[in-house]
């Protein structure tokens, strides 16, 4: 690895990912390090033509795969046909192009609902393929899963070096702030700042019962550099916050609604669903290289994501 010249294509490069990855590389810059963000404006990845031209234009070394629909468990309901097949088409051109261009490292990006439904908790890396994902999000979970198999495919084959990261809930700024198509925290931020405006309740879908660990967008970031600068399996790898982080939607949308100290309290909405009741990870992997890597608490996190809101609403995906 040294000290080669990389040139590092990231896809995806404007969304909430993204955006964090380009902050902390400005914060940990490296010499031999060239990034290059893409958004769909350089061209739509569903489309393999376009996938190659992009690839044979910046000619990259190494690749951080972030590009996918993605979207929030009510989206995910209603559209699991679409996140199957968009995210299986961007992921097969990504992961080709990488092949036939002779990328040196792919890390790619999945995700903890992945995992089966029913399983012994916590859920580690071992357990990608044990069984069937929740109802909630099955396209998205086969069409993540399915990296995990072309990593392991291409690498047996021609013996590639394309590997995968697993987040948990990942939040912050440049989030998608959209209240049917995002998910939960920068949707309660956005309703809280609509409540605050209104002078009106918190409305929480669902019972607040659901237990989710969450990491801020920028850890996140730092762990991916990580990832592409020192982990050299293809095996993937969780990365989350430590299991006793892990909170229910209640104590999240407290948290909200104390950052903009709302005064007319929270309601729940038992009509909307509650989706996987829990997806608890364990993130020992991790912790086996990162011993004393230190996640910003959830409270600050939050408080700073609800900063940005107010300050960017103008800009802000919603
Ligand atoms: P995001 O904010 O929605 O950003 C998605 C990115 O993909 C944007 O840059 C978008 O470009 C690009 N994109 C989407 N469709 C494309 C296409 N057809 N061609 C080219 N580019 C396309 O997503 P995110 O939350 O940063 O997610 C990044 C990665 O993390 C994804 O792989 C996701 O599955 C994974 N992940 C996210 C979470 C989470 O809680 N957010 C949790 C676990 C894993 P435009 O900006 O031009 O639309
Ligand atoms: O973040 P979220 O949409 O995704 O929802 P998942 C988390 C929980 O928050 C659910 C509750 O129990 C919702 O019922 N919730 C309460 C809300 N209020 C709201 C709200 O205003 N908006 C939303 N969105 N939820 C997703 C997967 O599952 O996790 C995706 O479907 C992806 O594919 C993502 O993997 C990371 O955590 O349930």
Redesign the pocket.
């Known amino acids: 690895m040294g000290s080669e010249k990389k040139i590092i294509l990231v896809t995806g490069g404007s969304g909430l990912v993204g955006q964090a990855i380009k902050q902390a590389k400005q914060q940990d810059p490296r010499e031999n390090e060239t990034f290059i963000f893409l958004s769909s404006k350089d061209g739509d990845l569903k489309d393999p033509a376009a996938t190659q031209r992009i690839f044979e234009r910046y000619k990259p070394t190494h690749v951080i795969h972030l590009a996918a629909m993605?979207?929030?468990?009510?989206?995910?309901m209603k559209h699991n046909l679409d996140?199957l097949r968009n995210n299986i088409l961007i992921n097969d051109n990504v992961l080709q192009s990488s092949y036939k261009l002779g990328v040196k490292k792919v890390v790619s990006c999945l995700?903890?609902?992945?995992f089966p439904d029913k399983t012994t908790y916590p859920i580690d890396e071992t357990m990608i393929h044990n069984g069937p994902p929740h109802s909630?999000?099955f396209g998205?979970?086969y069409a993540k899963r399915l990296i995990d198999v072309q990593n392991h495919a291409y690498h047996q084959q021609h013996g590639c070096h394309f590997t995968a990261v697993i987040p948990?809930?990942?939040f912050g700024a440049y989030d998608n702030f959209n209240?049917e198509d995002?998910?939960?925290?920068p949707?309660?931020i956005h309703?809280a700042y609509i409540a605050k405006k209104e002078g009106k309740p918190l409305?929480?879908?669902?019972s607040?019962k659901?237990l989710?660990q969450f990491i801020y967008s920028i850890d996140l970031a730092k762990l991916f550099l990580f990832v592409l600068r020192e982990y050299e399996e293809i095996d993937p790898i969780i990365l989350s916050v430590d299991e006793s982080s892990e909170v229910s939607?209640g104590q999240v949308?407290q948290i909200i609604a104390d950052a903009f100290q709302l005064e007319h309290g929270i309601v729940l909405d038992s009509t909307?669903?509650?989706?996987?009741y829990k997806?608890t990870a364990s993130n020992k992997k991790l912790r086996g290289y990162q011993p004393d890597f230190q996640f910003m608490p959830l409270k600050d996190a939050i408080e700073r994501t609800v900063q940005w809101f107010n300050l960017n609403y103008n800009i802000a995906r919603k």
């Open positions: 993605v979207g929030g468990l009510f989206n995910n996140f995700s903890t609902c992945v909630s999000n998205y979970s948990t809930n990942v209240l995002g998910h939960v925290i949707g309660l309703k409305v929480v879908y669902g607040g659901p989710r939607i949308a909307k669903a509650d989706g996987q997806k």
